[in-house]
């Protein structure tokens, strides 16, 4: 995914000169108006009243509430997918239902928007797909290691892990199952041992995950699926601002986060989060206050104070958890996105890739 007039608005950057004072002042206006938008998106975080809650567990009955406008960051670019794509992938088919629908509405998404890439009529045309998935769910999809259990009413046999919803497998399954033939998705886990010599700080690990998954926005300009909240929820990433190039900067200044909640309506499903919301947490929504990614894969509590059970490590297959290799997805993030692995049977959903690209044989 790349950038494109994307989901975060038509955007020009401007350059400081001083040789018109008529710049001069247009630069002053434009930063008091950044500074009254950031004022007012803090207000409208305050009076929403959201305590703490599943992220996954409601969904809007009716289309009363806006999300609050977010401006873009001065002088940063964005990458990413395109906001009409985005909004025609999304608008039969969102919100979902109140019940552990986020994982299948994102891979839904997704797929509508593969869909419009290569120029097909969007597989997925109405709300009632979310119970139509869940139900094929029960009867195909299974890994090449078998399915965990119990089984449950979303996933099916889809998962590898005994979720209370979906896994991230799963979730790579159904987007790699309803797009067009030859075109691959996977799992990608970011832990800091895969780039790194010495664990960095929280904040460069989510720096570094971030900017991996901005890679694919730039490269593929398609939405991602992107599990938050410590697993609790997932949401579909359509881009990020960042001050200079992720292709070519590790980690990237990432400035802020774009995504669609699928438990909201479409036309009000749009969010932006500077990063230091995205890695700090704490973002109030309609649905209760969102960790975003203050939390590892599986944590309840910032920094892996506790484990949120109801999305464990896999129990079947190559990636269930050993002696030496004690985790999976837990002590990282996790995100479902477009790729060209193709070779020697790794097209399969089954396989997950490191946030450095490479497949995964182990834990």
């Known amino acids: 995914m790349r950038w494109f007039c994307a989901d975060g608005g038509t955007f020009v950057r401007r350059r400081w000169t001083l040789r018109h004072a008529q710049r001069i002042a247009f630069e002053l206006s434009l930063v008091a108006l950044t500074i009254a938008g950031a004022l007012f998106s803090t207000l409208w975080g305050s009076f ?37 794509r985005t909004n025609k992938a999304i608008s039969a088919i969102w919100p979902q239902y109140n019940e552990a629908y986020c994982g299948i509405e994102s891979a839904e998404a997704a797929v509508n928007y593969d ?12 709300r009632g797909a979310q119970s139509v998935v869940a139900s094929a769910n029960q009867r195909s999809g299974a890994s090449r290691w078998g399915y965990a259990t119990p089984i449950n ?65 730039e490269t593929w300009h398609e939405p991602i699926s992107v599990t938050i909240n410590g697993g609790l929820h997932t949401v579909l990433v359509t881009g990020v601002y960042a001050y200079n190039n992720p292709a070519t900067n590790y980690p990237a200044q990432i400035a802020s986060v774009v995504y669609r909640d699928p438990q909201a309506w479409p036309s009000v499903s749009r969010f932006q989060v500077a990063f230091s919301t995205w890695v700090g947490g704490k973002f109030s929504t309609p649905f209760g206050v969102y960790s975003l990614w203050s939390l590892y894969y599986g944590d309840r509590y910032s920094r892996g ?35 060209s692995h193709y070779a020697n049977g ?18």
């Open 115 to 126: 869909d419009e890439v290569h120029g097909v009529r969007m597989y997925f045309s109405g």
């Open 153 to 217: 009413r979303y996933a099916g046999i889809t998962n590898i892990a005994p979720d209370f919803g979906v896994d991230p497998r799963s979730i790579a399954y159904m987007t790699w199952n309803y797009t067009p033939n030859n075109t691959f998705f996977h799992d990608y886990i970011y832990r800091w041992q895969f780039s790194n010599g010495a664990q960095p700080s929280f904040y460069t690990q989510a720096q570094q995950a971030t900017t991996s998954f901005a890679r694919a926005l």
């Open 48 to 84: 929403t009243g959201a305590t703490p809650a599943r992220a996954d567990a409601a969904s809007p009955t009716t289309n009363t509430y806006k999300a609050a406008p977010a401006a873009p960051a001065l002088y940063a670019t964005f990458y990413g997918a395109d906001t009409t």
């Open 346 to 363: 790794t097209y399969s959903p089954d396989f997950a890739y490191t946030s450095t690209g490479k497949l995964m044989t182990t834990p």
């Open 305 to 339: 104070d506790g484990r949120n059970t109801s999305d464990p490590e896999p129990t079947v297959g190559i990636y269930r958890p050993t002696s030496s290799h004690p985790v999976h997805w837990f002590r990282g993030f996790t995100w479902i996105q477009r790729d």
